[in-house]
């Protein structure tokens, strides 16, 4: 199932065009529904995630939670994100050529499940606040 999300209405024709190719092809359907992305994740074989400007990358941790392979572009999730979930995560140019290869290499790959305390709730506030912390102890008051 190909799943898309509208996030502006300025995407909408573009949307529409997608929905009418992808009613032509057997298997694919386009999802347009907002929330969890979760039950889809786990009946599926791989994510495949090409946003072109994801602030998070909610999805990729949740097939990565699910011990399923990722294929990614390197604007579909913060720097940060790819290297605290490899090898899960394989990162491919955003060309449609690039992510064929990516997914056909990686369908198949076991994956082995990570640890995903950093992305508890408890972790987040502990680090959030070590920030904060630094911050403010490093604040030069002279102006």
């Known amino acids: 199932m190909l799943r898309s999300r509208l996030r502006s209405t300025d995407n909408e024709a573009y949307l529409n065009d997608i929905r009418d190719y992808a009613s032509t092809i057997p298997n694919i359907s386009i999802d347009t529904s907002s929330g969890s992305a979760l039950e889809q994740i786990a009946a599926?074989?791989?994510?495949?995630s090409c946003s072109d400007n994801e602030p998070f990358g909610r999805t990729i941790i949740e097939a990565v939670a699910l011990s399923k392979p990722v294929v990614a572009t390197p604007t579909a999730a913060p720097p940060e994100l790819f290297k605290m979930l490899a090898p899960n995560?394989?990162?491919?140019?955003?060309?449609?050529?690039?992510?064929?290869?990516?997914?056909?290499?990686?369908?198949?790959?076991?994956?082995?499940?990570?640890s995903l305390d950093d992305f508890s709730v408890e972790s987040m506030l502990s680090k959030i606040n070590a920030i904060h912390e630094q911050i403010s102890s490093n604040q030069n008051h002279s102006f």
Do not use: Y
């Not at 599926?44 to 495949?48: A, F, G, I, Y």
């Not at 995560?89 to 990570?114: C, E, G, R, T, V």
């Open 89 to 114: 995560l394989i990162m491919a140019d955003d060309s449609p050529q690039a992510l064929a290869d990516a997914i056909a290499d990686n369908i198949h790959k076991p994956f082995s499940p990570i």
């Open 44 to 48: 599926s074989d791989l994510l495949v």
